[in-house]
């Protein structure tokens, strides 16, 4: 399997202690996602985020709508976690998230391990779905410093 990996990181003037708990509510996602995703829960809010816990979603790209279900595979209140695709459009998705106080605010940090299914002809769509992921990681930096900074 061709794995690969995104990395993004933000500085927001936010104390770790008020910015976390934001992520640490699973409705917050949808806030975050790109609209033209057509984001929905199949699972029942609010969700008791923990080691474990099960997230199912729907989702639409390209007018294509596809399920995607994720568990929480780390739960380190105020420092990370991480979510990895059970079911859904990647043969592996692994993502990181962690969270780390400065003098300044907090430094978030995202990091994305995925691969496509179908290999190896799937790898012919990697750049497209590269580009695809930077876009919705923009986007979500940009909702972000919006919710916590009132700026885009």
Known sequence: MISHRLCRRQ????????LFP????????????PPELRFRFVTELPIEMCEGALIEYRLSLFGVP?????????????????????RGPYARWVHTHRFRELEVGTEMQDEVEWALPLQPLGELAAPLVRRQLERIFDYRARAIRGIFLGVE
């Open 66 to 86: 596809f399920g995607w279900q994720t568990r929480i595979t780390l739960w380190e209140p105020d420092e990370s976690f991480v979510d990895e695709q059970i």
């Open 11 to 18: 500085i927001l003037s936010v104390p770790r202690k008020d």
């Open 22 to 33: 934001f992520f640490a509510d699973a409705g917050n996602l949808a806030r975050i996602t």
